[in-house]
Each structure stands twice: as C-alpha cells, then as structure tokens.
C-alpha cells in the first residue's frame, strides 16, 4: 500500500523533535501529504486551584515545533488536525480515519504502570485502521 497521507501525533513536548525529523523525511522519501494531530483533553487551558492543567494546544504551537526542528517551508503548509477528546485513543482514531500511516511517539513506563494498564501508545494502536510507527521520544 503506497503511503500518501502521513500523520504524525505529537503531545508538544520538546522530545518529539526527533520523531518530527523522521516524519518530514519519510514524508519526503515516499511523497506522502504530511499531517499533524493533536488531542486537546477537555478541561486542557483551564484554570483550576485542585491540580495543574495540561496546555491548550492550538496549530501555531504545531508549527513553531516545525520551524525551530528546522523544517521552515513544512512550518508553513503542513495539514494540522487538533480534536479535543477526554481519551486520547479515541481522539486520534477519529483523526485518521482515512490516513494511511501513523507516527508516534512512545515514553517508556515503569515496571509497575505497565502491568496495571497499557500505554497511551498501546491503546492508540488498538484503535486506530492504519499501520503504526511508534518512534521511543526518551
């Protein structure tokens, strides 16, 4: 199966740098349509006294990841999908419902964690209809 849409899942973490270089070169290599997507949880942005919120992404914070990666003219034209999901799993498999493949990135847990749950990664992959390329960030 050719390649034609690519998409990318990142968190917006400085460690995903890598796994953008290795996006952008296989979208070059196969000539494949580059997307990014992103998954908002719902109370992202939010100010709250009870716990710290995770940030509220929008497609500059996409781009700008691009530009300071070095990829300038991608910076500019690539495809950003951002959904707001209270499961990240869920959220990406509706964003790439007609992607060809999917690239992401995957933390190592702990010995403990893994065996009371499955990674986020793990659960995107039960999910989604396409091939997966999980890239190790750390």
């Not at 917006?12 to 296989?26: N, S």
């Not at 007609?98 to 986020?120: E, P, Q, V």
């Amino acid at each position: 199966m050719p390649y034609k849409k690519i998409s990318v899942a990142l968190a917006g973490t400085p460690d995903e740098i890598q796994m953008i270089d290795e996006a952008v070169r296989l979208a070059i290599t196969l000539k494949a349509q580059l997307y990014v997507i992103h998954v908002n949880l719902p109370h992202a942005g939010e100010i709250s006294m009870m716990m710290d919120t995770p940030k509220k992404y929008v497609e500059e914070d996409f781009r700008k990841m691009f530009h300071e990666a070095g990829h300038e003219e991608i910076a500019k034209k690539i495809m950003v999908n951002i959904t707001t999901n209270k499961s990240v799993a869920e959220g990406i498999a509706e964003l790439v419902l007609d992607c060809d493949l999917l690239i992401l990135g995957h933390d190592r847990m702990g010995k403990m964690k893994a065996l009371l749950t499955d990674s986020i990664d793990e659960m995107i992959v039960n999910n989604v209809n396409c091939p997966v390329l999980i890239f190790r960030t750390k």
